[in-house]
């Protein structure tokens, strides 16, 4: 999919996330920016009914703001309600994502990340799930840049920087 394309602002697209070699979801997204580098998209939540995950609920009206790096091994999801009250950043670690003329795809490596919003809780998931997965056998380099991700996130968000991480881009 990748092609060196640079989204045109206010275009649509998909947004394709990949997981063990199968699309695990594709929806629908409204190109905000793209310098090259990193592309954001918003796109309202794209899955039917509720997900409640303890510390977050996603539903219907939630709007996603997501930003995908083509040079780094995460994807950040700024998270709202309805309303625009700021529910966090929900990260992913993923491959660099690929982007095209169709859109955006990333691999999800398993590694996830949630941010709550003022202090809130930063919680690492799916560690279990990294760790079944057989990465770490079939291609420990990516198994290592995926760990190293995940550390960068975690970091950035104990020190509050995820806010500056998906402010405006630069330009190209």
Excluded: N
Excluded at 44 to 58: E, H, I, M, S, T
Excluded at 122 to 139: N, T
């Amino acid at each position: 999919m990748a092609d060196g394309t640079v989204l045109t602002t206010g275009g649509e697209v998909h947004v394709t996330l990949v997981k063990a070699g199968r699309t695990k979801v594709r929806y629908p997204a409204t190109v905000v920016r793209d310098d090259g580098v990193r592309a954001v998209v918003r796109a309202p939540w794209a899955r039917p009914g509720v997900r409640d995950f303890g510390f977050v609920r996603f539903e219907p009206g939630d709007l996603f703001t997501e930003h995908y790096w083509r040079d780094r091994w995460y994807a950040v999801k700024e998270v709202r309600a309805a309303d625009g009250t700021l529910k966090g950043w929900y990260c992913d670690v993923t491959r660099p994502a690929e982007v095209g003329a169709d859109g955006i795809a990333v691999e999800d490596l398993d590694l996830d990340l949630w941010c709550a919003p003022d202090g809130g809780p930063v919680l690492r998931l799916d560690e279990d799930e990294f760790a079944d997965s057989g990465i770490a056998e079939r291609d420990p380099a990516a198994a290592a840049r995926a760990r190293s991700a995940l550390e960068e996130l975690d970091a950035l968000a104990r020190a509050g920087r995820l806010p500056a991480l998906t402010g405006p881009p630069t330009a190209p």
